[in-house]
């Protein structure tokens, strides 16, 4: 079982920047592989970024190069850092966590907005 509370969202001005975390917890939480989705309204839930549990990260195409996904082992913590945001990178974003089963946060919402 992992258990997942994400925390850091708000509103941002368009070109502004956010940190995310996400601290994970349970028997799995080292092991899994960790990510962020998030959800516009009326859009479906993407994939934003992933990390395994070794540091290997994949981005989504629309994030890459502003978006950074880390993690830190010592606090079980996964941190999405969001650089140039732009308007449609609002969106509820949810915490991930893969080991066999899925496990999702509870979501934290970002706005960008003038």
């Known amino acids: 079982q992992v258990q997942l509370v994400e925390s850091g969202g708000g509103l941002v001005q368009p070109g502004g920047s956010l940190r995310l975390s996400c601290v994970a917890s349970g028997s799995l939480a080292r092991l899994a592989v960790m990510g962020w989705y998030r959800q516009a309204p009326g859009a479906q839930r993407e994939l934003v970024a992933v990390i395994s549990s070794d540091g290997l990260t994949n981005y989504a195409a629309s994030v890459n190069g502003r978006f950074t996904i880390s993690r830190a082992s010592a606090n079980n913590t996964v941190y999405l850092r969001m650089d140039k945001l732009k308007p449609e990178d609002t969106a509820v974003y949810y915490c991930?966590?893969?080991?066999?089963?899925?496990?999702w946060g509870q979501g934290t919402q970002v706005t960008v907005s003038s």
């Open positions: 991930n966590a893969m080991h066999g089963s899925t496990f």
